[in-house]
C-alpha cells in the first residue's frame, strides 16, 4: 500500500509501475538540463583529451624550456584562477545557460590560435582563450546542477557529470598517443586541435538551443566581491583550507607526470595514454557507489578518502618501478572517491541567491592560493625530477591531516 500511493493511477485504482528507463533517470537523477550539459562536456572532452595531455611535450618540441613549461602551468593557474569569479558572476547575472554558451564560443578562438601557430609563446597565449570554457564555467556548471537538483539528489549528479566527463579521457588519449605516434608530435597535435575546433560548433548549438532553463533574476545578487566571503559560511571555509593544502602539493608535480613516465621512465605515448585511460577508468568505477555512501554516511569521510590519495600519488610514483606505474596510476583514480561529496558540499553550503558567485569566489581562492605550485614544481625538476613528487606528497598529507583534526560540522 505504501509503494503504490506514489505510482501513477489507472482505471480503478490499479497503480502503473513506472518503466526502467524513468526509475533510471531517477536514481541518476537525469533531470533534461543535466543531459544537456553531460552532452556538451563529453561533445567538448572528446576533442580536448586527444591532446591536452601531451601539451608539456608538445611545447618541449616547440622549444620551451621546463622552466617554460612550468611557467605555463602557473600562468594556467593564473587564468584558471581569475576566471572562477567572473563565470559565477556571470552565471547569475546572464543565467546559466547563456553564460555556458558564452564559454564555449570563446574557447573556439583559442583552438583557432592553437592551430595556426607553431612558437610556443602563441600556444599560451591562445590558452587565454581556451580556458574560458574550463574555467569560466565551473560555477555555472556547478549552480546549474545546485538548481536542478534537490540536496539529496547533489551528489548523484556530481557522480554522474564526473563519469560522464571523465569517458573521453578513457577513450581519447590512447587516440591521441597513437595519432602522435603515426603523424609525428606536432602534426599530430595539429590533428587534434582542429578535431577539438569542430566538436566545440557542435557543443555549442547544442547547449544554445536545448537548455530548459529560465532567464537570470530581474535583481540578481549585487553582493561585491568583497562581501561574498562573509556569505561562506565556515564550515566552507574549512573545507577551502584544506583543499588549497591538497591542490598545491598536486600542483607541485602534476605538469611533470607525463615527463616522469616518457623522460624517466622511457615510456611511450601509446604507454602513458594507456595508463591516463586506467586512470580516469578507477576514477568511473568509484564515483556512483561514493555518491551512495556520502548520503548515507554523509560527505566527510569520502573528502578525507579523496584528500589521503591526493598525497599518495606522487609518492607512488617516486617509489614504484616502472613495471608496477600501473598501481600508481589506479591510486591516481581513487582521488576522485570523495570530488563528488566535496562538489556537493560546496553546493550545499552556498545561498541559492548568490550561488555562482560564492563558488567562483571558492575557485578565486584556490586558485591564488595555488598559482605558484607548477613553476615552483619546474624550478624543483631542474634540480631532481623526484623533488616535485615528493614535496608535492608531503604537502598534500598536511591538508589532509588539517582537515581530519578540525572537520566542519555540518550534516551530509
Same mark, same amino acid.
Given at each position: 500500500m505504501s509503494r503504490g500511493r506514489n505510482l501513477p493511477v489507472h482505471g480503478k485504482g490499479r497503480p502503473v509501475e513506472r518503466s526502467w528507463k524513468v526509475r533510471v533517470r531517477e536514481i541518476l537523477a537525469l533531470e533534461h538540463n543535466i543531459v544537456v550539459l553531460l552532452s556538451a562536456l563529453f561533445v567538448i572532452g572528446m576533442g580536448e583529451e586527444l591532446w591536452t595531455r601531451f601539451m608539456p611535450k608538445y611545447l618541449e618540441a616547440l622549444g620551451a624550456s621546463a622552466a617554460a613549461i612550468g611557467a605555463y602551468g602557473s600562468f594556467k593557474r593564473i587564468v584558471d584562477t581569475l576566471y572562477q569569479y567572473p563565470g559565477g558572476w556571470l552565471a547569475d547575472r546572464l543565467g546559466r545557460k547563456w553564460a555556458l554558451a558564452l564559454f564555449n564560443f570563446i574557447a573556439i578562438f583559442g583552438y583557432l590560435v592553437y592551430l595556426l601557430?607553431?612558437?610556443?609563446?602563441?600556444?599560451?597565449?591562445?590558452?587565454?582563450?581556451?580556458?574560458?570554457?574550463?574555467?569560466?564555467?565551473?560555477?555555472?556548471?556547478?549552480?546549474?546542477?545546485?538548481?536542478?537538483?534537490?540536496?539529496?539528489?547533489?551528489?548523484?549528479?556530481?557522480?554522474?557529470?564526473?563519469?560522464?566527463?571523465?569517458?573521453?579521457?578513457?577513450?581519447?588519449?590512447?587516440?591521441?598517443?597513437?595519432?602522435?605516434?603515426?603523424l609525428g608530435l606536432v602534426s599530430g597535435m595539429k590533428v587534434g586541435f582542429?578535431?577539438? @575546433?569542430? /566538436? =566545440?560548433?557542435? &557543443?555549442?548549438?547544442?547547449?544554445?538551443?536545448?537548455?530548459? %532553463?529560465?532567464? !537570470?533574476? *530581474?535583481?540578481?545578487?549585487?553582493?561585491?566581491?568583497?562581501?561574498?566571503?562573509?556569505?561562506?559560511?565556515?564550515?566552507?571555509?574549512?573545507?577551502?583550507?584544506?583543499?588549497?593544502?591538497?591542490?598545491?602539493?598536486?600542483?607541485?608535480?602534476?605538469?611533470?607526470?607525463?615527463?616522469?613516465?616518457?623522460?624517466?621512465?622511457?615510456?611511450?605515448?601509446?604507454?602513458f595514454g594507456a595508463l591516463t585511460s586506467l586512470q580516469m577508468l578507477t576514477a568511473i568505477l568509484v564515483y556512483l557507489p561514493a555518491a551512495y555512501l556520502s548520503d548515507r554516511w554523509g560527505r566527510?569521510? @569520502?573528502? /578525507? =578518502?579523496?584528500? &589521503?590519495?591526493?598525497?599518495?600519488?606522487?609518492?607512488?610514483? %617516486?617509489?614504484? !618501478?616502472? *613495471?608496477?606505474?600501473?598501481?600508481?596510476?589506479?591510486?591516481?583514480?581513487?582521488?576522485?572517491?570523495?570530488?563528488p561529496a566535496r562538489k556537493a558540499?560546496?553546493?550545499d553550503l552556498s545561498d541559492r541567491a548568490h550561488r555562482g558567485k560564492v563558488i567562483g569566489f571558492y575557485y578565486l581562492i584556490r586558485g591564488l592560493v595555488v598559482i605558484p605550485a607548477p613553476l615552483i614544481g619546474g624550478f624543483l625538476w631542474q634540480r631532481h625530477p623526484t623533488w616535485p613528487f615528493l614535496l608535492g606528497g608531503a604537502t598534500s598529507a598536511l591538508g589532509f591531516f588539517i582537515y581530519a583534526l578540525h572537520p566542519p560540522k555540518v550534516q551530509p
Open positions: 601557430t607553431n612558437r610556443w609563446e602563441m600556444v599560451i597565449a591562445g590558452t587565454l582563450l581556451v580556458l574560458a570554457w574550463s574555467s569560466m564555467s565551473q560555477p555555472a556548471i556547478f549552480a546549474l546542477i545546485g538548481d536542478t537538483l534537490g540536496q539529496a539528489q547533489r551528489a548523484m549528479g556530481f557522480s554522474v557529470q564526473s563519469i560522464w566527463k571523465r569517458v573521453p579521457i578513457v577513450v581519447a588519449p590512447p587516440l591521441g598517443g597513437w595519432m602522435l605516434s603515426r582542429a578535431i577539438s @575546433l569542430m /566538436l =566545440a560548433f557542435l &557543443a555549442l548549438v547544442i547547449q544554445s538551443r536545448l537548455y530548459r %532553463v529560465p532567464p !537570470p533574476p *530581474k535583481q540578481p545578487s549585487n553582493a561585491a566581491m568583497p562581501h561574498v566571503w562573509y556569505l561562506m559560511p565556515p564550515a566552507l571555509k574549512r573545507l577551502l583550507l584544506a583543499d588549497c593544502l591538497v591542490r598545491f602539493g598536486s600542483n607541485l608535480s602534476t605538469l611533470f607526470v607525463v615527463l616522469w613516465v616518457l623522460n624517466v621512465h622511457r615510456g611511450s605515448p601509446v604507454e566527510q569521510p @569520502l573528502i /578525507l =578518502a579523496t584528500f &589521503a590519495f591526493f598525497s599518495l600519488f606522487p609518492w607512488s610514483l %617516486v617509489l614504484l !618501478p616502472s *613495471k608496477a606505474l600501473a598501481l600508481a596510476f589506479v591510486i591516481a583514480g581513487l582521488r576522485e572517491i570523495g570530488e558540499r560546496i553546493v
